[in-house]
Each structure stands twice: as structure tokens, then as C-alpha cells.
């Protein structure tokens, strides 16, 4: 055993070594900072006004969608026992590289000029969004990649990611500033295809994965606490206009009340113990903001972000009680985090509600938020009903994007060259890590 943690250490430290010596020659190459004033880099996709756009630094945004990616999401794998210490460890991992790695792949995309990235706030914020997308993408295939599989998953996922981020949001045209699409349905499905892949019939015979106890329980307190105090400031944070935020803000919110209290209602019926665990409740918070991610900016009003919320946040209980043991038995997909209950699903609701609301959407009702939000319908180059054709597209292009490279990743992933991950029951958390 310790030769292979040996090599474990050596191959983690080689990779980790080559990848940020590449990312700082291709930082010294195309990196600069950004113009205080540069209103004719604004990228369209992004939403943004590159006006001050280095004033993002001050606004609390970019601090709380920073600590969304390290906290909230960092301590979404805390509940899980067997996994707990290894696994947050790496998260921050992928974390630092990920930054990285977005800043220049998203760059060549949305902030390429005159052969330079220049990177600001708003730059900072969009690799925040893609870190939170690899990280949902990791808990589904948890317990069944080493830190050096990890770091590659990264590595393909994040360049997927913005490719599919810049056909919807730059070629398309679709308005989804919170991430339903680009964030959470592409960050489970690319996951759950990554999963199905990397597919290990000898860990249906070993203890269910989804193990708690009190001090993980512990965790995702923190963890929720985090989600509910930073997301909705996470789900606006790419509206860089005073008069956009407040929708997204309040509409989150309310979903997040409401998707929480959905998990009060059904899991004491759906488990004998009737025992609501932390674990259930940080589930239902995630789910009422997935919901919200395309919709939150838009007309949904607070009876409709209720409405919503409540109803995202009957998934996870339903998903995890009838759909995660058909996902698991037939289709041999062993969803660790149940990221397809969670972030999946809500994600393609969320989808579908900002298609319909753009579809009901009218000048009268968005007065001078219409060229904000749908600015090719403003200018008379699209239609409401073109552009709500648009968005419902966006979803199975989405979805074919995120099996098809979550396909690829779990084929380059199984490579030989690459150590799988240990079998013997306790070892994912000590080959790494001391604990």
C-alpha cells in the first residue's frame, strides 16, 4: 500500500507541477489587466458593462460568489463520511486550478483583444460561475477518481463548459446570467456521464456512499448557511446594473424559502424514521436556486418564485427515494452526491420556467428592462417568440454538449496510464491525505 501511495503523491505532484508552469507561460503571454474604463470590450454573452468594470472588486458580488465556489459548494461533499476530509481537499484543488484554467479558456472567448486577455472583475466572476459547474461535476463521480483523474476532469471540463457556455450565451443569444443551463445542467449531466463511464460494479457490494454521522451533519449546516446567505448575491452576480439585481435577489429568496419548507413536507412521509436530516435541507436549497438560475432576472414575480421554489424543492427528496436506486440499478450510474436530484433536474425546471416567461414576456411588462435583458428583441432582430424558441433550444443543446464531453472525459479517464482509485474500503481518504 505504500508503494502505491507513493505513486499517488508523485504523479499528483508531477501533474500539479506541469499545469500551473503552463498556466503561468500562458498568463505571461496573453494576461493583462483590464482598462478601468473599456465599454467596447463588452462581451454580450456575459450580460455585463465592462463600464468600471474593476469597480466589481468593491461590490460585495464578487466577494460572495467567491466564497459561494470555496464555502458553499466546497462543503457540499463535507456530509459524506468516508469521503469527507480527502474530498474537500481536493475541492480546493480544482478550485485553484479551475481559476486558472477559466480565466484563460474563457478569455480566448469573451475578453480576446488584439491577441491579449484582459481580465477584471467581470472575468473573475464568470471562472467563480464555471468553478461552481466542475465542482457539481465532481460529486457525481466522487469515490470513483483519484486527485490526478480530478484534476484532468477539470482540465476537459472546464474547456466543455465554455464552449457551451459561448454557443448559448454569444450565438444563441439565450439570457441565463444564474447558471440553470450553463452552471447546474451541464455541470450534473457532464458529471453523471462521467460516472457512468468510470462505473465500478465491486462498489455496489460495499457500504452505501452516502453515509453520514453527526460531525458531517455538522458540516452541511455550515454549508447551508452559506448557501443561503451568499447565493442569491451568487445568482446576480453578473447583472452589473442597478436596476436588474433587485429581481434576481428577491426572487431567489423566495425560492429558497419556499424549496426549503418542501423539504419539511416530504421527507418525514417518505422515510419511516421521519427524521429530517441537514443533508435533506441542504439538498432543497441548492434545488429552489438551480430553479431560479434563468428565471430569477425576469418577470416570475414573488408568487411565482414561491411557486417555483416549492416545486424544485420536491425533487431531491422524490429523486433520492425512487429515481437515484433506478439510476443506480439499471443505468449503473452510481451518482455520489446526487447531483442529478439536486442540480440536474432543478436545472432543466429552472430551463423550461425561463422559457415560458419569456414567451409571456412584453414591452409593457419589462418597460426599459426588455433591452437589459433581451437586448435582440429590443433592437427588432428577434422576435418574444424567437427568442423563447432560443432558450427552450438551449436545453438539449446543453445536454448534448454535457453527455457527449462527459462521454469523452470518462473514455481518457479509464486510460491505463491512470491509477484508478484504490478498492479497499477506507483508503480514499488516506492515500493523500493524513487523517
Known amino acids: 500500500m505504500s508503494e502505491r501511495a507513493t505513486t499517488a503523491r508523485l504523479r499528483l505532484s508531477g501533474l500539479c507541477f506541469l499545469l500551473q508552469i503552463l498556466t503561468i507561460i500562458l498568463f505571461a503571454v496573453f494576461v493583462r489587466y483590464s482598462p478601468e474604463s473599456s465599454p467596447s470590450f463588452c462581451s454580450q454573452q456575459l450580460n455585463c458593462s465592462w463600464r468600471n468594470q474593476d469597480a466589481g472588486f468593491r461590490d460585495p458580488r464578487f466577494r460572495d460568489v467567491h466564497l459561494q465556489a470555496l464555502l458553499g459548494f466546497g462543503l457540499l461533499v463535507a456530509f459524506l463520511s468516508r469521503y469527507g476530509p480527502g474530498s474537500v481537499a481536493t475541492s480546493i484543488l480544482i478550485v485553484a486550478f479551475t481559476i486558472q484554467w477559466a480565466i484563460l479558456i474563457q478569455g480566448f472567448l469573451h475578453f480576446f483583444l488584439n491577441g491579449k486577455i484582459y481580465v477584471g472583475a467581470q472575468s473573475m466572476v464568470s471562472a467563480d460561475f464555471c468553478t461552481a459547474a466542475i465542482l457539481i461535476s465532481t460529486g457525481a463521480a466522487l469515490g470513483r477518481v483519484n486527485p490526478v483523474q480530478m484534476l484532468l476532469l477539470t482540465l476537459l471540463g472546464v474547456t466543455l463548459f465554455t464552449l457551451n457556455e459561448y454557443i448559448l450565451l454569444s450565438l444563441m443569444g439565450v439570457s441565463d446570467s444564474g447558471g440553470s443551463l450553463t452552471v447546474h445542467t451541464f455541470g450534473a449531466y457532464f458529471g453523471l456521464m462521467v460516472s457512468r463511464l468510470l462505473h ?236
Open 200 to 435: 465500478q460494479p465491486h462498489v455496489d457490494k460495499r457500504k452505501e456512499q452516502r453515509d453520514t454521522g453527526h460531525q458531517p451533519d455538522v458540516f452541511a449546516v455550515v454549508g447551508t448557511i452559506c448557501l443561503w446567505i451568499f447565493w442569491p448575491s451568487f445568482t446576480s452576480a453578473t447583472m452589473v446594473r442597478d436596476n436588474g439585481e433587485p429581481w434576481a435577489v428577491l426572487n431567489t429568496y423566495f425560492s429558497l424559502a419556499a424549496s426549503t419548507l418542501a423539504a419539511f413536507v416530504l421527507s418525514p412521509v417518505l422515510y419511516e424514521d421521519s427524521t429530517l436530516r441537514m443533508v435533506q435541507i441542504q439538498d432543497a436549497t441548492l434545488a429552489g436556486v438551480a430553479v431560479m438560475g434563468m428565471a430569477g432576472e425576469m418577470l416570475v414575480t414573488p408568487f411565482g418564485a414561491l411557486s417555483a421554489g416549492f416545486l424544485a424543492g420536491l425533487i431531491p427528496p422524490l429523486g433520492f427515494r425512487f429515481l437515484t436506486p433506478f439510476l443506480h440499478s439499471r443505468l449503473k450510474i452510481q451518482d455520489t452526491c446526487g447531483v442529478h436530484n439536486v442540480h440536474g433536474l432543478p436545472g432543466v425546471l429552472g430551463a423550461l420556467l425561463g422559457t415560458l416567461l419569456v414567451w409571456l414576456a412584453t414591452a409593457d411588462a419589462y418597460g426599459a428592462r426588455l433591452e437589459l435583458l433581451f437586448p435582440l428583441v429590443a433592437q427588432g432582430s428577434r422576435t418574444i417568440a424567437d427568442q423563447a424558441l432560443c432558450q427552450l433550444c438551449a436545453l438539449p443543446v446543453t445536454l448534448l454538449l454535457a453527455t457527449l464531453g462527459g462521454c469523452l472525459t470518462g473514455a481518457v479517464l479509464q486510460l491505463k496510464a491512470l491509477r484508478p482509485p484504490p478498492e479497499t474500503r477506507d483508503l480514499e481518504n488516506t492515500v493523500l491525505w493524513e487523517v
